[in-house]
């Protein structure tokens, strides 16, 4: 069994990124991406200031605006609409979730295809569908790349998804479409859910819920990456599958932490760049 390490790659992909940014220096342009955060949700708070600290390390100025609980969305769509005219940003993120008064949809429509560096605005949502699209939704592009990288071959593969989620679960199935495989999306309809993950060469568990793909669940030698991002009874941060008994079945598997999400965040970082090249027709 071995560890698919996404510490290694991200290191990897903000490296090739910091040195395409050179090139846009070179052309006097700094790329930049602005994080907009809503509210004192301690765990988004991290993530931003994870993204923050990852643009610095790939090169690229970054700018927090950071808005209290109360704010309504008017004055949320007021700092995209700031944002969007800047010359000066090229890529915006709106961390989730948002308060609950606020309406998610609104806000995501809200920031301008040609700056939305998650992927989440339907232009571009569409545009994945087609395989047109000049940036990917960053945890499954993360997750491609990952692959890719550790010389994981998806082309023809039984691949499983275990989640149906518009960030996660969707748009990963139909990146592994792109690359060939044949893929099997799984929810909490799914009958005999089971039966369906041991025919998978590649699993890839969204779910969100701790210990929920058991080593039973998992066919000999398959590749598992596990998406989850949860807490154990010890408040401990871990994934959604019984890593100890599930890894030694395996032939690759993806940690957590130190998998799936720092893949996300550089491709974060890489959805920056294209979208400042992009501008620039490069
Ligand atoms: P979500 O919106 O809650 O979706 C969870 C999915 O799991 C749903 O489609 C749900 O099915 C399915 N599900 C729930 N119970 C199930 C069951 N018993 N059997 C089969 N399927 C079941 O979550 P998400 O936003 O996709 O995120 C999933 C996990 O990934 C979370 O832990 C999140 O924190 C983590 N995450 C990590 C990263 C990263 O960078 N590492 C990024 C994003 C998310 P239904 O649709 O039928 O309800």
Do not use: W
């Not at 090169?59 to 000066?88: F, H, K, M, P, W």
């Not at 940003?89 to 308060?99: A, E, R, T, W």
């Not at 990952?146 to 990963?172: D, F, H, Q, T, Y």
């Not at 080593?215 to 398959?222: Q, T």
């Amino acid at each position: 069994m071995t560890i698919l390490d996404g510490k290694k790659v991200s290191a990897l992909v903000s490296k090739r990124v910091a040195q395409r940014v050179k090139v846009l220096q070179e052309r006097g342009i700094s790329p930049a991406l602005a994080v907009i955060l809503v509210g004192d949700d301690s765990a988004s708070q991290v993530y931003v200031r994870n993204k923050i600290l990852a643009c610095k390390a790939a090169g690229l100025r970054s700018e927090q605006v950071i808005l209290s609980a109360n704010s309504t969305q008017d004055e949320v769509l007021a700092v995209i609409d700031n944002l969007a005219a800047r010359q000066d940003i090229h890529g915006i993120l709106c961390q989730l979730p948002l308060p609950r008064r606020i309406n998610e949809e609104a806000i995501l429509n809200a920031i301008p295809p040609e700056k939305d560096a998650d992927c989440f605005h339907p232009v571009n949502v569409g545009r994945m569908s087609l395989g047109t699209a000049r940036v990917l939704p960053c945890t499954p592009a993360g997750i491609i790349t990952l692959l890719k990288e550790e010389g994981v071959e998806i082309a023809g593969k039984n691949c499983a998804v275990i989640g149906r989620s518009n960030i996660v679960g969707k748009p990963m199935a139909m990146l592994l479409l792109q690359e060939n495989a044949t893929v099997t999306i799984c929810h909490s309809r799914t009958r005999d859910l089971p039966a369906v993950t041991r025919q998978a060469d590649i699993l890839v568990s969204a779910v969100g819920i701790a210990k929920f793909v058991t080593v039973d669940m998992v066919k000999d030698g398959a590749v598992v990456v596990d998406v989850g991002m949860n807490r154990d009874e010890n408040g401990k941060l871990c994934g959604d599958v019984v890593f100890n008994a599930v890894a030694p079945k395996c032939s690759r598997i993806t940690p957590v932490p130190g998998g799936v999400g720092p893949m996300t965040i550089a491709t974060l970082m890489e959805n920056t760049l294209a979208l400042a090249e992009k501008r620039l027709n490069i």
